[in-house]
């Protein structure tokens, strides 16, 4: 029989793993390892799938393989036909170690993630302005480090050459800072690793982070506009067809 009886409930054990699947609760109520076995049955059977791909946090990875192991032990696919398989990620931590939640306990939401990362953009942005306001060419400044962003980096307004950017200006260029720096973030972690999530380290200019990299290409592109040189020309005469 594929299915035991463990004090009332209906259990399968599989080799190799002291947990078993619990398909069915003492009460008589149903598990994920219920409604999962079933939808993998039915992704074979009738959707005809021959590669399944569950992503999912790590955190799930030993559940997942008790489902896999328990679905072969039954015959609902074949592993020399059908592949499946778990393509975890780790979590986004807080500050404080733990899942990265709102302050009333509910998930965060990406939107309002990027919402904030662009209005905390928006105001270093300001700020860094105003205390460059007077400052010689010499200094050094985030305000335009989303310069390189635009499609058109030349025609981008410098804090070099300007005391106040237009407002719809620092808009862009939070919203172009603000949604790098979430991004980077996320994928220069590696994906099976859990993170704490730091605006403060996120935005920072120095380090691994989007705005220093940004910010260095703007400088370089600034460099390479007040040369004069024809950077394509350069690559044409280095690489000749």
């Known amino acids: 029989a594929l299915l035991d009886d ?37 992704r074979v059977d009738e959707e005809h799938g021959d590669w399944l791909v569950y992503v999912v946090d790590m955190g799930q990875s030993d559940h997942f393989q008790l489902v896999f192991a328990g679905a072969e032990i039954a015959g609902f696919f074949d592993p020399q036909r059908v592949r499946i398989e778990h393509v975890g990620f780790g979590l986004v931590l807080g ?8 302050r009333s306990g509910d998930t965060i939401r990406l939107t309002d993630l990027l919402d904030e990362s662009v209005e905390r953009s928006a105001a270093i942005i ?13 200094s ?11 499609e058109n980096a030349d025609e981008s307004v410098d804090v070099e050459e300007a005391d106040v950017i237009p407002e719809e200006e620092v808009l862009r260029r939070a919203r172009a800072i603000g949604y790098s ?12 690793t859990d993170y704490r999530f730091s605006f403060d380290q996120m935005l920072a200019l120095k380090g691994n982070s989007a705005v220093y990299l940004m910010y260095a290409y703007a400088r370089i592109r600034s460099i390479i506009r007040k040369t004069g040189v024809d950077v394509q020309a350069l690559i044409d005469a280095a690489h000749p067809v």
């Not at 500050?95 to 709102?102: I, R, V």
């Not at 300001?126 to 010499?138: D, K, L, N, T």
């Not at 050094?140 to 635009?150: I, K, N, R, V």
């Not at 720096?181 to 099976?192: E, I, P, Q, S």
């Open 6 to 42: 463990d004090c009332g409930a209906r259990v399968m054990r599989i080799p190799g793993k002291s947990v078993p699947l619990m398909l069915v609760k003492g009460a008589g109520g149903f598990t994920y390892d219920t409604t999962d076995l079933c939808a993998l049955r039915h």
């Open 181 to 192: 720096a979430v991004k980077y973030m996320d994928l220069k972690n590696n994906r099976t």
């Open 140 to 150: 050094s400044s985030p305000p335009d480090a989303a310069e390189g962003s635009s």
């Open 126 to 138: 300001r700020e860094r302005m105003q205390g460059f306001s007077g400052a010689s060419s010499s």
């Open 95 to 102: 500050p404080d170690g733990k899942k990265l939640k709102t």
